[in-house]
């Protein structure tokens, strides 16, 4: 009897070891963009814009300095000014802080942009930061396996490739724009690093505005009008031949 009932036991351990490394790749695949099913992602972020606008509006007119995190000169400019939330709350220019903020387990970073001139909320999504870098991380391991090469798909702009994720161990990782929902595809420049490509959701944004695009110009301005959201992991583009078309950073 005790020689089965340690069998049974022992079974009992194996089955439960078995349970947990069947069930972990799914909660961990469930947790690896955390905000990206929750309730808030589903609410647009006007709300949230309107108010802490309004903070920090406040917050400039009394103090004479905006409410920033400070960040390096190397960060992007749509990743760089992170509004200091907890210094607006302390210092009562806002009751609570957003659910739909990273800091209250939201999905986006709250940035200021435009901070010379008209200094102007907006919305970092992390959900597409964060896919953007899990395929950047899988494009270096390829690089580092294959003598420096990239997996490197169709050429889609003068010095950029579409990032043929079947070569990678990113190959599950799709990205639906903030803007359009429509999926969007990873490019990489010729050194490798990886963006989203936002030509799609910027035609969409000229062809709502009804004006033709002045040659030269930043096209992603035009998202920044149409959306709360900045397009964060995005290249500059300029309009040529009537499409926009992804410019090298300088």
């Not at 007119?61 to 749509?78: H, K, M, V």
């Not at 990239?150 to 724009?177: F, H, I, M, Q």
Request: hydrophobic share 35%; aromatic share 10%; proline share 6%.
């Amino acid at each position: 009897m005790i020689t089965w009932i340690t069998q049974a036991a022992g079974r009992s351990k194996r089955m439960s070891a078995a349970l947990v490394l069947v069930l972990f790749p799914v909660l961990l695949t469930g947790c690896l963009y955390p905000g990206e099913n929750m309730p808030e992602n589903k609410v647009s972020y006007r709300e949230s814009v309107k108010r802490i606008q309004s903070a920090v509006d406040d917050f400039y007119q009394e103090q004479g300095i905006l409410p920033i995190i400070t960040a390096g000169s190397e960060i992007p400019r749509y990743e760089k000014y992170r509004v200091d939330l907890d210094q607006l709350k302390n210092r009562g220019y806002m009751d609570q802080i957003p659910n739909t903020a990273f800091e209250k387990g939201g999905s986006g970073y709250f940035l200021i942009i435009n901070e010379e001139t008209e200094p102007t909320v907006k919305v970092m999504d992390l959900t597409t930061t964060q896919k953007v870098n899990d395929v950047q991380r899988a494009v270096n391991l390829y690089k580092m396996s294959h003598d420096d090469a990239l997996p490197a798909g169709e050429a889609l702009y003068p010095g950029y490739t579409a990032v043929d994720l079947s070569k990678t161990d990113a190959k599950s990782v799709k990205l639906n724009s903030v803007y359009s929902g429509q999926e969007m595809t990873f490019i990489m420049d010729e050194n490798g690093t990886v963006y989203a490509d936002y030509a799609f959701d910027i035609m969409q944004a000229i062809q709502k505005n009804g004006t033709d695009p002045k040659e030269g110009e930043d096209l992603r301005r035009y998202l920044e009008q149409e959306s709360s959201y900045v397009p964060v992991k995005s290249v500059p583009y300029t309009w040529q031949d009537g499409q926009p078309v992804a410019q090298p950073l300088s």
